[in-house]
């Protein structure tokens, strides 16, 4: 491992960003995570917390935690209402200091212990972006009935088939970008919620930008609800068929 230094003078810097709506219980772990492994590594970083007017008092957890790591490390940039994932990148976007762009669930399914292997990953090919799969080595899903395995398995079988992306997992939001190449997708992509992260991959892919894969354990969400439900699952099917359609 190169020293601490080294990696910091090398001039790369990560941003993480960090959606939230209700997410009080989650917000102060997965944070302590990110500054752990973030700290252990060595790796330069910032983390943009974009809470969408949460009711639960998520943004005055951020407040504090803010106060515990500095705002160097913690920068807050709320918005009034939930707007969706895309706008949500876009905003935190316009307020990363890095040259790269980590996007992750702030509900504990994606483990921070990950993003040593991404940032590893991505030096060892040059990537535009590495993705966390649940599908590849020793990746897996814990903590999920069989409906939902279900669900993430055939909509990952169906993009499979109608759009040949050459990505294994398109449907996870655990992934590190180059900034500019994020920019640049997330100024083509016009779906929303669900589908959003699969048309990031199938907009890469048509853009000839480069994906590297890392396995990952998804864990469930520990505290609160599950946001997919039936209209998500309509609407990834919508979104699909459009992006078949258009693409």
């Not at 803010?66 to 009034?80: C, E, H, M, N, V």
């Not at 994020?182 to 589908?195: I, N």
């Not at 505290?223 to 693409?247: D, M, P, Q, R, W």
Request: with cysteine; hydrophobic share 40%.
């Amino acid at each position: 491992m190169a020293s601490r230094k080294s990696l910091q003078a090398n001039g790369d810097k990560y941003s993480v960003l960090l959606p939230t709506y209700n997410e009080r219980e989650n917000l102060p772990l997965i944070v302590w995570l990110l500054v752990k492994y973030f700290g252990e590594s060595g790796y330069n970083y910032e983390i943009i917390v974009i809470d969408d007017g949460s009711p639960d008092g998520t943004l005055e957890v951020a407040e504090q935690l803010q106060k515990i790591y500095g705002d160097d490390k913690i920068l807050l940039r709320p918005r009034a209402k939930k707007l969706g994932l895309g706008t949500a990148y876009i905003h935190g976007m316009k307020h990363a200091t890095g040259n790269f762009i980590i996007i992750m669930d702030a509900d504990l399914s994606h483990h921070p212990k990950f993003i040593p292997q991404f940032i590893k990953k991505q030096k060892e090919g040059d990537y535009d972006l590495v993705s966390g799969t649940r599908y590849l080595g020793s990746g897996g899903v814990y903590g999920w009935d069989l409906r939902r395995k279900l669900i993430s398995r055939g909509a990952n079988f169906l993009t499979q088939v109608l759009l040949r992306p050459g990505a294994s997992d398109l449907t996870g939001s655990f992934r590190l970008y180059k900034k500019k190449v994020l920019e640049s997708l997330v100024e083509r992509c016009v779906s929303k919620g669900y589908v959003f992260q699969m048309e990031m991959i199938v907009r890469a892919r048509q853009l000839n930008y480069t994906v590297g894969e890392v396995p990952i354990s998804f864990v469930d969400r520990v505290y609160g609800e599950s946001k997919l439900g039936g209209n998500e699952i309509v609407s990834f099917v919508k979104g699909l068929l459009t992006l078949f359609a258009t693409t």
